[in-house]
């Protein structure tokens, strides 16, 4: 048998992830004042959360509600919550303080949808989708810089210090629903998502096709930007990009930093919308710099395939990556049962008695299991024993400890190794949205609303995360 053979068969049998997560405590009543808030954007530093933009209502157009970015589901506070206390001590500031030379900012940070990113002190926000101060429905093609440690000062005193802020309009940054992230190389890339003009109510009017009214463009990119301070804000440059119609054609989808023999990259998981049948996306790609994008083409996620919290953690000594999807939303489940992953059923039209798109809201928690051997990537995908408390974790962030040492540098890549054999508190889920997709009596067997009818709120949940290392030999 040959050494990529014998590699192959060694994964295998160990494809078991070597942990188990728990997140079934609640650990709320902690954070008393704490905003209900999903689809924000978020940074920490020295123990504060700072929580910007997002929606303060559920999915939209589910349940009944509107399926309008309404101005009065958005966030329009900016919030810090002190955990270095007990109770954590919240603050917020509105909006409203930001001077007029930065109106731009303000539209921007009320939207929802964003593509960030932390880079040490620093929060870059791009893009968004909302209702800017002339009443127009746009995707914002703005990019903000926020320096943390000052703008957490002014909040916590009850103002917003402007010279902590520090923005550009560029067409370049124009995106909701995408992610951006900064590599060793230095440079920060923006990926994919779309760019929404009008209103959702238009664009149903318009059976969902663009029209005068409104319209979607995908990004259908990977940007690859650098992006430098001066006096007069900031200075986007587009220095390459990569295209695929095909596989780029994404938004909503999970981004994660991965470590590999090619050093510290990213992934891209899930998202949606395929063109012809209105589903999830299913091969990752994975990205490092130097390189072009490579699409699995081996491998099919079936699990939490929507923008959801992520557990990331680097086994140094066996050369494994473990990304950890918690919720949000599926297109097939685990049956413990079978040991399958049956496909969600899709059934009718928006308009028929019963109607279910095939992407359902989930409990379940994945773990996507990555290795490397004899020049081959292998990725296994399995449940994990235990599933969250509620239908929650869409558009949530996972909020790793700083007790747990990291893998890598300046990521939140948790090193494995540091569990030390225990059961160690990893970080929270915070925020998202929490489903109810089950009709009365709200239990698993009980029959599911209609796609479109699901009752939603942001969640009122925040949960501690556990880690508990399993030997499966």
């Known amino acids: 048998m040959n050494l990529a053979r014998l590699a192959l068969f060694a994964v295998l049998a160990h494809s078991h992830p070597p942990f188990t997560v728990d997140a079934s405590e609640d650990a709320a009543a902690e954070f008393p004042g704490a905003p209900r808030v999903q689809s924000f954007s978020f940074a920490q530093w020295?123990?504060?959360?700072?929580?910007?933009?997002?929606?303060?209502?559920?999915?939209h157009s589910v349940g009944g509600g509107s399926a309008e970015f309404l101005p009065t589901d958005a966030n329009r506070q900016i919030w810090v919550l002190d955990t270095t206390q007990r109770p954590v001590r919240t603050y917020h500031v509105s909006l409203d303080l930001l001077p007029s030379a930065l109106a731009d900012v303000k539209d921007q940070w009320s939207a929802a949808g964003h593509a960030y990113f932390q880079d040490n002190s620093r929060l870059y926000i791009?893009?968004?989708?909302?209702?800017?101060?002339?009443?127009?429905?746009?995707?914002?093609?703005?990019?903000?810089?926020?320096?943390?440690?000052?703008?957490?000062?002014?909040?916590?005193?009850?103002?917003?210090?402007?010279?902590?802020?520090?923005?550009?309009?560029?067409?370049l940054v124009q995106s909701a629903g995408g992610e951006l992230v900064k590599l060793p190389d230095g440079y920060f890339y923006l990926v994919m998502g779309h760019s929404f003009e009008g209103s959702y109510t238009s664009f149903e009017a318009q059976n969902e096709h663009n029209g005068a009214q409104a319209a979607?463009?995908?990004?259908?990119?990977?940007?690859?930007?650098?992006?430098?301070?001066?006096?007069?804000?900031?200075?986007?440059?587009?220095?390459?990009?990569?295209?695929?119609?095909?596989?780029?054609?994404?938004?909503?989808?999970?981004?994660?930093?991965?470590?590999?023999?090619?050093?510290?990259?990213?992934a891209v998981y899930g998202g949606v919308f395929t063109p012809e049948t209105q589903l999830d996306y299913d091969k990752p790609i994975y990205y490092y710099p130097g390189s072009h994008p490579v699409v699995d083409s081996e491998f099919r996620q079936k699990l939490n395939t929507y923008s959801a919290a992520k557990l990331l953690l680097y086994d140094r000594a066996a050369g494994a990556m473990y990304t950890t999807f918690f919720g949000g939303i599926s297109r097939h489940f685990w049956?413990?049962?079978?040991?399958?992953?049956?496909?969600n059923p899709k059934v009718g039209t928006k308009v028929s008695p019963t109607y279910f798109d095939g992407l359902e809201w989930t409990d379940q928690i994945s773990i996507v299991q990555q290795t490397w051997a004899a020049g081959k990537t292998t990725t296994v995908e399995s449940a994990n024993p235990s599933a969250l408390p509620a239908y929650l974790g869409a558009d949530a962030v996972f909020i790793p400890s700083p007790e747990i040492a990291r893998a890598h540098p300046d990521t939140d890549i948790l090193d494995l190794a540091a569990l030390r054999g225990t059961k160690a508190f990893v970080g929270y889920i915070y925020g998202g949205i929490r489903a109810f997709p089950r009709r009365f009596?709200?239990?698993?067997?009980?029959?599911?609303?209609?796609?479109?009818?699901?009752p939603t709120q942001p969640s009122d949940l925040i949960l501690k995360v556990y880690a508990t290392p399993v030997n499966h030999r």
């Open 126 to 171: 791009c893009g968004g989708y909302g209702q800017d101060h002339r009443g127009k429905w746009v995707t914002f093609p703005i990019i903000s810089q926020i320096d943390l440690p000052e703008l957490i000062d002014g909040v916590t005193n009850g103002r917003v210090p402007a010279r902590s802020i520090a923005y550009t309009t560029s067409p």
């Open 46 to 59: 020295k123990g504060r959360w700072v929580i910007i933009g997002g929606r303060t209502a559920g999915y």
């Open 441 to 454: 009596p709200y239990t698993k067997s009980a029959a599911l609303y209609n796609s479109g009818a699901v």
């Open 335 to 343: 049956d413990r049962a079978t040991g399958q992953f049956p496909e």
């Open 216 to 266: 979607q463009i995908y990004l259908n990119e990977i940007r690859k930007l650098k992006i430098t301070s001066h006096s007069a804000g900031l200075i986007v440059t587009l220095t390459d990009k990569f295209t695929d119609e095909a596989e780029f054609h994404r938004r909503d989808f999970n981004l994660a930093r991965v470590l590999s023999p090619q050093g510290l990259g990213f």
